[in-house]
Structures are given as structure tokens and as C-alpha cells.
């Protein structure tokens, strides 16, 4: 079954609305007030440490960090309403989750299953999964944020500024 099912016309109105730099496929970081990283590191690596960090990863350390995504995506999944980002034929498309067991498995299977973009609506934020224990927030207040930085403390990670 997939994890996510296309939401009502209404619905996909209001977000495109509260969500205007996603109109095009190519927006990026300047389209939002502020930028972060949610990341297992507490610290922006330079080359060499990502060199060693990110390279040739023991399976201990690998199930360490997966059980801290795990945990984040948990929170996501049950205490936010999430929104997948897609494009089709460059056409913007939210998708609901069907249920928070299915959202949090899909956000666990990004390496095998690709990467996940959604919307958190409550917080006006974008969040996009990346492969190097690194994922990205966009937001546009950040008076909103305290929700999912204590989410992302809570879970073991960080979220670098």
C-alpha cells in the first residue's frame, strides 16, 4: 500500500497558498526567511570529517544513527500533519499520509524507497530528507520553530543555524 494519498483540491489550494515559493521545481533556500539543518553531527563538518564521518560507516554506528532518524520521524508522524512535496510534469502535488505507521515507514526507507520533501503546515516549514545525516528546513517564522526543535532534541540530533 502506498503511504500517501492525494489530498482535495481545497486542501492543495490552501497549502499552495501558504507555500508559494514551492510553486516551481526549482525553488531553493533564498525563496524562504530562514534555512537549517537537522543532522546527527552537532557541528557542520569540513572535508576532512566528512571525509571520515560519512565514508565506511560501521554497522553500530549506522543502527545509532537510523534509531535517532527513527525517533524524529516518530514525532513527525504523530504529533505534526505532513504533507508530501511532489512535482509532476513540473506541477506542484501534496500528498497526505494514510496513516502515521505508514508515513514513518515510508521517512525509515528513504535510502532504499528515495527521499522524502513534505510540508509541516503548523510551522510553515519545508523539510527535505538528504542522504548524508543531514536533512534541510526551510521556514518562514521562526517564532514557530520551537515545536520541532524540541522534537529534533529530544530524538538525539541537532539542528545547526
Given amino acids: 500500500?502506498?503511504?500517501f494519498k492525494v489530498i482535495p483540491r481545497k486542501?492543495?489550494?490552501?497549502?499552495?497558498?501558504?507555500?508559494p515559493q514551492l510553486k516551481c521545481s526549482d525553488c531553493g533556500l533564498d525563496d524562504f526567511n530562514y534555512d537549517a539543518r537537522v543532522c546527527v553531527f552537532d557541528h557542520f563538518l569540513d572535508g576532512d570529517e566528512a571525509n571520515e564521518l560519512l565514508e565506511n560507516i560501521s554497522k553500530e554506528e549506522r543502527n545509532k544513527r537510523d534509531l535517532?532518524?527513527?525517533?524524529?520521524?516518530?514525532?513527525?508522524?504523530q504529533d505534526f500533519d505532513v504533507?508530501?512535496?511532489?512535482?509532476?510534469?513540473?506541477?506542484?502535488?501534496f500528498k497526505?499520509?494514510?496513516s502515521a505507521e505508514l508515513l514513518m515507514t515510508r521517512l525509515d526507507k528513504m535510502e532504499s524507497a528515495g527521499y522524502v520533501s513534505f510540508v509541516i503546515p503548523a510551522l510553515d516549514l519545508w523539510y527535505q530528507q538528504y542522504w548524508?545525516?543531514?536533512?534541510?528546513i526551510c521556514y518562514?517564522?521562526?517564532?514557530?520553530l520551537q515545536p520541532i526543535k524540541d522534537a529534533i532534541d529530544k530524538s538525539g540530533l541537532f539542528l545547526l543555524e
Wanted: no cysteine; aromatic share 10%; proline share 2%.
Fill in 11 to 19: 486542501q492543495t489550494k490552501q497549502l499552495e497558498l501558504q507555500f
Fill in 68 to 77: 535517532k532518524w527513527s525517533a524524529l520521524y516518530k514525532v513527525l508522524s
Fill in 83 to 93: 504533507y508530501m512535496v511532489k512535482y509532476r510534469s513540473e506541477k506542484l502535488v
Fill in 140 to 144: 518562514q517564522d521562526a517564532q514557530k
Fill in 132 to 136: 548524508d545525516d543531514t536533512h534541510l
Fill in 96 to 98: 497526505a499520509p494514510r
Fill in 1 to 3: 500500500m502506498r503511504a
